[in-house]
């Protein structure tokens, strides 16, 4: 089985192709409204900043590297996926389609936006994501096919890879404890793209690849019973020193860029790749 094929069937485990009614479901979505919650805590009162950390970042969103061992008992996040279902466009299509803050008004037609709606919100906030310039070290790239998706995973890794993604969401907003874990590539600082979904009407991931992390995967147990309800992927950020001193991970930790590393979860349907180990 060639690379290629490998990939696509991981991706059809992370998603559900080909249902048709992705788009009418993101329809759906956007009628409820969905709101982009900004929120600057630098001009915040120490009481107020406690209060953002307790309402913006949850118990376990960030958390330190010493806290990967075996029989840690710590907070999970909220590790679900809230997109709609949406499906990756074959990149014969995606090819075609504008993408870009510039051709916002064709966007707009081929998803029937009207001005000031939540849809052209929708696409305003991926395409300045998108285009956003990279952060110093970062390589990054929006994808919108799988083909896009593989493409650009192995020219920042080379073609032999491997992506892993947490098995489920068991364990989120309760109280975990690590089981047995292992380090990618020997536990070493280490290479990774990590693969993370924005909203828009098609399926579309957000990769980047930062210097300096390492990559572990972990039995996720549950801390009464110690039965195993989880497989967990994490990535440890080494290197702070270009991240907002105002960043959700330092407010949530209690430092500073530079001052700490950071580590999170991988969430359910976002993905990191690696280097294979040998």
């Known amino acids: 089985m060639g690379m ?5 069937r991981k ?11 992705g788009l009418r479901n993101f329809k759906e979505y956007a009628k409820e409204g969905v709101t982009f919650a900004k929120y600057n805590v630098t001009r915040a009162l120490p009481a107020a900043r406690d209060n953002l950390v307790k309402k913006w970042v949850e118990p376990g969103k960030f958390f330190r590297e010493s806290m990967l061992q075996k029989g840690t ?29 510039s051709k916002i008004s064709e966007l707009k037609e081929i998803f029937h936006a009207s001005d000031s709606c939540s849809m052209e919100t929708i696409l305003l906030d991926a395409l300045n994501e998108c ?41 989120w907003k309760q109280d975990i404890e690590i089981g047995t874990m292992k380090g990618i590539n020997g536990g070493k600082v280490t290479k990774s793209v990590s693969c993370h979904q924005i909203l828009y009407p098609y399926l579309l991931y957000y990769c980047h690849s930062v210097p300096k992390v390492r990559v572990y995967e972990a039995d996720i147990l549950d801390p009464h019973t110690k039965d195993k309800i989880n ?4 990535v ?10 105002t960043h959700g991970a330092f407010l949530a930790l209690g430092s ?7 580590c999170h979860w991988i969430f359910e349907n976002d993905m990191t790749w690696t280097i294979a180990d040998e």
């Open 4 to 8: 290629e094929e490998k990939v696509y």
């Open 256 to 262: 500073g860029p530079a001052e700490i590393e950071v």
């Open 131 to 171: 285009e956003r310039a990279p952060s110093r070290g970062e390589t990054k790239r929006c994808v919108g096919s799988a083909e896009d998706l593989i493409d650009f995973s192995t020219s920042v890794l080379g073609h032999n890879t491997v992506v892993r993604t947490t098995k489920n969401v068991n364990g």
């Open 73 to 101: 008992v710590m907070p999970m996040p909220d590790i679900r996926d809230k997109m709609p279902k949406r499906s990756f466009l074959p990149r014969s299509i995606t090819s075609k389609l504008p993408f870009s803050t």
């Open 11 to 21: 991706l059809h485990w992370l998603h559900t192709y080909g249902e048709g009614d």
């Open 231 to 234: 497989h967990g992927v994490a």
């Open 236 to 245: 440890c950020h080494l290197d702070t020193s270009a991240w907002s001193s």
